[in-house]
């Protein structure tokens, strides 16, 4: 709510001549969207929560940067939510993908090894062989697959192994890779694996604001700008003058968004009070409602305001004007 208070000479004395007043308001309100609808928005975190890290290096040789394993949470199904773990194998420097390994698991015991401990990448559950040399691969794994929920902070373990080549002077090497991490285990194969934490974090709605100007509508008081002369031709600049008004008190709308002040295609956003005794005015904006769509409350963000013995405020040049501010 704003109230505004009105005292000046000016006023006072033009009340004592003509016992009336008449008065343009003009308002701009917010009217708050949301961007995007509240969800329970997936988190992929790597070695621990909050890292903010989504991908491991691909170490070939057990000391090549050779690209990278990344990780993304995806709506796999249009349905605005996260229902699935996008895995991607990229590579650099000239290496290329021939074939790749992959496991997770909520247990490092559940990780096919031999009796060495070493592991057995034949039996990991994804397997993509033949790739010819391909620089980027990416596979899809169902939230539902692995057992992961919004109930609990999940935390898994992942064994990423792919084979890579690299032409060098004129020859192929290939090389073993594995998403850098720690190794399984201290003698025999250098495989490595390393943690992915999968978050539900709870994330407040994006809002967006957009505005709109709104008027005060004083019914039978009230004449649209556009019935007057000096600014017909100007059609986009709709609203109302209101009055002249005897003293007393006064409740009129606010409309929003009355084009040519056309009240059908106006939204009614509040209601603007007036009380006028004793040569002075006071006036209250009180807002009300919400938008239709999304609920969210109208808010004022500018005031315009002009009381006066004319049916409009003048500019410098002493013109007839509805410009707000002026």
Not at 30 to 58: C, M
Not at 70 to 79: A, L, M, R, V, Y
Not at 251 to 269: E, H, M, N, R, W
Request: hydrophobic share 35%; proline share 4%; glycine share 12%.
């Amino acid at each position: 709510m704003k109230t505004t208070n009105i005292f000046t000479g000016k006023i006072i004395l033009a009340l004592a001549v003509i016992t009336a007043i008449g008065f343009t308001s003009c308002s701009k309100l917010e009217n708050q969207l949301p961007l995007q609808e509240q969800d329970n928005s997936k988190a992929i975190h790597i070695g621990e929560i909050g890292s903010d890290v989504t991908g491991v290096s691909l170490i070939a040789g057990q000391n090549i940067d050779a690209g990278n394993v990344s990780f993304e949470d995806i709506d796999t199904d249009g349905n605005g939510e996260k229902d699935a773990l996008q895995v991607t194998y990229t590579t650099k420097d000239g290496w290329g993908l021939y074939d790749i390994h992959f496991w997770m698991g909520s247990s490092l015991s559940t990780l096919p090894t031999n009796k060495s401990g070493n592991p057995q990448i034949g039996l990991f559950p994804y397997k993509y062989t033949g790739l010819g040399g391909v620089t980027s691969y990416t596979f899809v794994i169902p939230f539902n697959v692995i057992g992961f929920n919004c109930d609990v902070v999940d935390n898994y373990y992942v064994a990423a192994h792919a084979v890579v080549k690299k032409m060098v002077n004129g020859s192929w090497v290939s090389e073993t890779g594995w998403g850098d991490g720690m190794r399984l285990v201290q003698k025999g194969s250098w495989a490595m694996y390393f943690k992915l934490y999968i978050t539900c974090d709870e994330e407040p709605p994006v809002v967006q604001t957009s505005t709109e100007t709104a008027f005060a509508y004083g019914n039978s008081y009230a004449g649209c700008f556009l019935s007057y002369s000096e600014f017909i031709s100007n059609p986009n600049r709709w609203g109302w003058t209101n009055g002249p008004l005897n003293e007393g008190d006064y409740t009129f709308p606010i409309y929003a968004g009355a084009g040519q002040c056309d009240l059908s295609k106006g939204t009614l956003v509040g209601q603007l009070s007036v009380s006028y005794h004793n040569g002075s005015a006071m006036v209250t904006y009180q807002m009300s409602g919400n938008n239709s769509q999304t609920g969210m409350p109208y808010v004022l963000d500018e005031i315009h305001l002009y009381v006066g013995s004319e049916v409009f405020p003048r500019n410098k040049q002493g013109d007839f004007t509805i410009a707000p501010g002026q």
